[in-house]
């Protein structure tokens, strides 16, 4: 049995939905990210695991101990919430202290792990300060310290880098992902940011509406979008119609794209998903598809260009090797390798409702 | 047209001068009428003395007065920091439509006039009223609470609680609800989670509702005239009477200043010890 399990987790608000039957299995040591925009049900998630939110149905089992009934306070899970919920009245090493004071932890040992701790995040030398004298990342890396303190078996993280400025961002990801490495605490991330959830999670969890759409490595999830929703969110997608003709698919009349996966009925109608970095310009002769560029956008390292063809309106983005760009409201070819065509899996009744 | 300089001043002289004028003149004209001279034959005579002073530094009868008064606004204090906290807990804890419905019950002893409340209260506490007939039925029999400090206090308390509660719930507003739960998580009781992360942060609160409770409890008036009677004298009634019954007026007007006085000293002594103690920790 995995470390953490969530079996058919829903809660319901009088006839709101907020999470539907979720299933997760989380092994000891992994860093999960939950990913979906806001009302998917992922704050729900973690708010039940936590113990803030008693679950309507489902159970919640931890090291094979069933905690779905225990009190916030007896579960020692670590948090750091969006906030960071700092203790204002108290310094960082009081704040990081805490916990520890809780489990009655003698005062010797409890400073030496205070002290041990904030070194992990590299913040030995404002023990002595109170939290409105740092700065945004400072306080986050004291959330961070004062939930990993205690040692708990699993870290819950609530948007932890949504109040810090996009380099700071980037910059404590990768801080994140080193101390939870260091420290191998299993660890669950909410965010609705996909790029965060993609560079730093082990899996990730994809909700739409209160429902788990997706559970997948990082890259899979990216490669193999399992629904139209995770094509579009994770990631920018082109979606285009194909008809099935053997074993082609036809984009449009005369472009044919080999079928991947699974077989599908003759002349049934599937959708294809093409990232727009899988596109690229090519020559006249080597050109699958005529488009027109009908805008450019510059994104630092790559060109994003927004064309129109016979499959509709695209996005191709092409890495900024240096070289000029193609100009506005000119014709290109466009062109792609077989096998980066994507086709997304029917939706159950959704055909009919689009 | 006037230079940028002085424009903040002209825009705030209208109420300067009424700031002036309502306060600081009589103020002043009571700190005049204490120096004068007094005789019960001829009245208010001019000129300068301490006697009124000297008079109620002297004699122990005051002092007992201005000791009663004190312990009656400092347990009125107490009392309002002991039940009005928790209020404004709960209160601030409530969903939309209860919220506004208690904070109106709490703020309905202002709304209505002291005189009737103060009977009201007289009705209850007096020999016959429900309190009594409550403690005949259990056996304890009659207790006299008219006119003694007991109801003063009880009335007081009843008036001055919205004072307590609405500083209080003011800086829990401000409180960050997840704080509550990041203390929950990290394996604090309740009970611990309101002593050392609430009630820290809403120290400012009960110490802006005490001064507020402590200072009007200690000039109260109406509600000592009206429940305490002759019996219980407190400063403020003491001064109505040198005024209005003795009509020793530089008497009253030094009894007035010394109220003043030590309520000043009071306020800011507690402000600076506590504040202080605060401002260290916050920065706030």
Redesign the interface.
């Given at each position: 049995m995995s470390f953490l399990v969530l079996d058919g987790l829903s809660k319901s608000y009088g006839d709101v939905h907020a999470l539907v039957d979720m299933h997760l299995a989380v092994e000891r040591g992994e860093f999960i990210g939950l990913l979906g925009p806001s009302g998917c049900g992922k704050t729900t998630t973690l708010q039940a695991l936590a113990g803030f939110v008693q679950p309507t149905r489902g159970r919640i089992v931890l090291d094979g101990r069933d905690i779905t009934a225990l009190p916030a306070n007896r579960r020692g899970l670590g948090i750091v919430f969006q906030s960071y919920a700092l203790f204002p009245h108290m310094t960082v090493a009081q704040n990081v202290a805490f916990g520890l004071e809780m489990r009655q932890v003698p005062t010797a040992e409890r400073a030496a792990r205070v002290a041990r701790m904030l070194e992990l995040v590299h913040l030995g030398e404002l023990a002595a300060r109170y939290p409105r004298e740092l700065s945004g990342g400072q306080r986050q890396r004291v959330a961070v310290a004062r939930a990993l303190v205690i040692e708990p078996p699993v870290l819950l993280l609530d948007e932890p880098l949504s109040n810090l400025d996009a380099k700071l961002r980037e910059a404590m990801q990768f801080e994140l992902r080193r101390i939870q490495r260091k420290l191998g605490t299993t660890t669950i991330m909410v965010t609705h940011d996909q790029a965060e959830a993609l560079s730093i999670s082990d899996r990730v969890v994809v909700m739409h509406a209160g429902r788990v759409q997706q559970i997948d490595a990082p890259h899979r999830l990216y490669e193999h979008p399992q629904s139209r929703f995770i094509s579009s969110f994770v990631g920018k997608t082109n979606l285009v119609s194909a008809t099935v003709r053997g074993t082609w698919m036809e984009l449009a009349p005369g472009l044919r794209v080999p079928l991947a996966g699974a077989a599908a009925a003759e002349g049934s109608t599937l959708t294809v998903c093409l990232r727009p970095e899988k596109l690229a310009f090519a020559d006249a002769a080597e050109g699958r598809l005529p488009v027109r560029i009908e805008e450019r956008f510059f994104l630092g390292s790559q060109w994003l260009y927004r064309v129109s063809s016979a499959l509709g309106d695209l996005e191709v983005a092409c890495a900024n090797d240096g070289r000029p760009p193609r100009p506005e409201q000119a014709q290109a070819q466009l062109t792609w390798s077989d096998d980066v065509a994507r086709v997304l899996p029917p939706e159950p009744g959704s055909d009919a409702a689009s | 047209m006037t230079s940028g300089r002085a424009l903040p001043y002209a825009l705030s002289a209208p109420a300067l001068a009424l700031f002036g004028l309502m306060v600081l003149l009589p103020l002043a004209l009571t700190a005049a009428l204490s120096f004068q001279r007094f005789s019960h034959d001829t009245g208010v005579q001019g000129g300068f003395t301490l006697a009124a002073y000297i008079a109620v530094l002297g004699d122990s009868y005051y002092w007992e007065i201005f000791g009663r008064t004190g312990w009656v606004a400092l347990l009125t204090t107490l009392l309002c920091v002991l039940i009005g906290a928790p209020e404004a807990y709960i209160l601030s804890r409530m969903r939309a439509p209860w919220r506004s419905v208690f904070l109106l019950v709490i703020l309905a002893p202002l709304l209505v006039s002291v005189v009737v409340r103060a009977f009201g209260w007289s009705l209850v506490l007096g020999p016959a009223g429900f309190v009594n007939q409550f403690f005949e039925w259990v056996g304890i029999g009659r207790v006299r609470m008219l006119y003694t400090p007991i109801a003063v206090v009880v009335a007081l308390v009843h008036v001055m609680l919205p004072f307590m509660v609405i500083p209080v719930w003011t800086s829990l507003q401000k409180l960050?609800p997840?704080?509550e739960?990041?203390?929950?998580?990290?394996?604090?009781?309740?009970f611990?989670v309101l002593r050392?992360?609430v009630l820290?942060?809403v120290t400012p609160g009960l110490l802006s509702g005490g001064l507020i409770v402590f200072a009007l409890s200690a000039s109260a008036l109406a509600i000592p005239g009206l429940l305490g009677g002759r019996r219980v004298k407190m400063v403020a009634t003491l001064i109505y009477d040198e005024y209005l019954h003795e009509l020793n007026w530089p008497l009253g007007a030094a009894i007035a200043l010394a109220l003043l006085v030590v309520n000043l000293v009071v306020m800011l002594a507690t402000n600076a010890i506590l504040e202080g103690n605060y401002r260290k920790?916050?920065?706030a």
């Open positions: - | 960050d997840q704080v739960n990041a203390a929950l998580s990290l394996g604090a009781s309740r611990t050392r992360v820290p942060q920790r916050m920065g």
